[in-house]
């Protein structure tokens, strides 16, 4: 047995990171910002990690939260400063129309911030966003930055496989989508030709796509991104273009 003096000697020193928007809870981080810890009123302090099948937890880049799943980023942060700037880039790409009243579909939400980005364009009516891990949505739920997915009444998260999800959706419902799923080697049916015929099923004519490919493969000279683009092509999408930044491909219906 540890005893007491012991174990509290060994607690990791803490810094204040910033308060929750309601002032509710307070953010804390070690020194070496590896992990991300909340204190609530009653002074409690729960570190933001927990197992689900995989272990998931929150930690700082750069000031700002991400998402590692068994010690790999979720977030694409080479060549950005934050996630945050990925987001607002990989949503300027699709180039959403000042005007209207547009229906986005994010595939894959992870912490949220495309979700949130998108939701910022006043043409844009509703996201859908759809996150099969509950470990996930539950670090949202605690992520000062993923706040507004929970408050935000543009956004409806759902709690399911995007694979599946996407068969119940009706066709002709959305004019954008970002699809972010995980790796290939992770999630293969999301890369598949049963999906993509769904995701050309449920786009609205002249919908326009941002697809998160990631570059597996390369060093071995495999193409993920030309692979992708002969299913997308088959499946009756045009205009392919390739972003090597944000590792990922537009394309329109």
């Known amino acids: 047995m540890v005893n007491p003096k012991e174990s509290r000697n060994k607690e990791p020193k803490l810094k204040f990171y910033k308060k929750s928007s309601d002032g509710s809870l307070t953010y804390l981080t070690d020194l070496e910002e590896n992990f991300l810890f909340v204190q609530r009123l009653d002074g409690t302090i729960s570190r933001l990690d927990l197992f689900d099948q995989h272990y998931y937890k929150l930690r700082l880049y750069n000031g700002i939260p991400i ?51 998108v939701s910022t364009r006043p043409s844009v009516a509703s996201v859908t966003s759809s996150e099969i891990s509950q470990a996930v949505i539950t670090l949202a739920k605690y992520n000062p930055y993923s706040e507004q997915l929970f408050t935000n009444k543009k956004i409806e998260i759902i709690n399911q496989d995007s694979f599946k999800f996407i068969k119940s959706i009706a066709d002709n419902s959305f004019d954008f989508v970002i699809h972010d799923p995980p790796r290939f080697s992770h999630a293969d049916e999301l890369y598949s030709n049963e999906f993509y015929q769904n995701l050309h099923r449920v786009c609205k004519k002249g919908a326009k796509i941002f697809h998160y490919v990631g570059s597996v493969g390369t060093k071995g000279g495999r193409s993920i991104e030309e692979e992708v683009i002969g299913r997308l092509l088959k499946a009756g999408f045009k205009n392919t273009i390739y972003v090597k930044k944000l590792q990922g491909l537009y394309f329109e219906k």
């Open 67 to 117: 998402l590692e799943v068994d010690g790999l980023r979720m977030q694409l942060v080479r060549d950005f400063k934050t996630p945050l700037d990925y987001a607002k880039e990989v949503v300027d790409g699709l180039k959403i129309q000042n005007k209207g009243k547009f229906h986005v579909f994010d595939s894959c939400m992870g912490l949220g911030y495309t979700a949130i980005e």
